[in-house]
T-cell receptor
Framework: NAGVTQTPKFRVLKTGQSMTLLCAQD?????MYWYRQDPGMGLRLIHY???????AKGEVPDGYNVSRLKKQNFLLGLESAAPSQTSVYFC?????????????FGSGTRLTVV | AQTVTQSQPEMSVQEAETVTLSCTYD???????LFWYKQPPSRQMILVIR??????QNATENRFSVNFQKAAKSFSLKISDSQLGDAAMYFC???????????FGAGTRLTVKP
């Protein structure tokens, strides 16, 4: 009964370092998303995927890359971290884009870039 | 682009009382979905209620109900018989039919006073 699992839950990076956030879902969902949450700004879409092997840019994609090599996993990469990327990152998934399905969210990753 | 506005950064309610959270959105579409998500201190995003734009009847889930005014592009959430466990950030969200980009408002922090 895991749903959407994000790892790690917390991370501190130095400016210029790289890292990968992992999102895994066990619900056989086709669609997966990466959001960032900043105070006073709600959640903003970074990248998303509509199926294995596909990715697309969202509202704030700069500085991030993603990959979806397996249907159940969606990776978010930061190649050269910047303090502006300090945020809480959420992964979400949904079955399909029709029918008004809500998203299932992971518990988030708090990333601090110093 | 669709935008979602939550004009109340903070709200408070007495336990057992009723509170209404406001949300307005901007869209030129006729088919879309609206959602309210709850984010307690645990950070987990929880779907509270959803509304299909083509339905005139307001959605209800136990103590949670919405007032959907399509012409006014308004989607407020009413919480009846407020409980201490309702204390959280609440996010209003919009998703266009057949679209992969769910847009969120900035959130309303709800405090429940015993």
């Amino acid at each position: 009964n895991a749903g959407v699992t994000q790892t790690p839950k917390f991370r501190v990076l130095k400016t210029g370092q790289s890292m990968t956030l992992l999102c895994a879902q066990d619900m056989n969902h086709e669609y997966m998303y990466w959001y960032r949450q900043d105070p006073g700004m709600g959640l903003r879409l970074i990248h998303y995927s509509v199926g294995e092997g596909t990715t697309a840019k969202g509202e704030v994609p700069d500085g991030y890359n993603v990959s979806r090599l397996k249907k159940q996993n969606f990776l978010l990469g930061l190649e050269s971290a910047a303090p502006s990327q300090t945020s809480v990152y959420f992964c979400a998934s949904t079955l399909q884009d029709r029918g008004g399905y809500g998203y299932t969210f992971g518990s988030g990753t708090r990333l601090t870039v110093v | 682009a669709q935008t979602v506005t939550q004009s109340q950064p903070e709200m408070s309610v007495q336990e057992a009382e009723t509170v209404t959270l406001s949300c307005t959105y901007d869209t030129s579409e006729s088919d879309y979905y609206l959602f309210w998500y709850k984010q307690p201190p645990s950070r987990q995003m929880i779907l509270v209620i959803r509304q299909e734009a083509y339905k005139q009847q307001n959605a209800t889930e136990n103590r949670f109900s919405v007032n959907f005014q399509k012409a006014a592009k308004s989607f407020s959430l009413k919480i009846s018989d407020s409980q201490l466990g309702d204390a959280a950030m609440y996010f209003c969200a919009y998703r266009r039919y057949n679209n992969n980009d769910m847009r969120f408002g900035a959130g309303t922090r709800l405090t429940v006073k015993p």
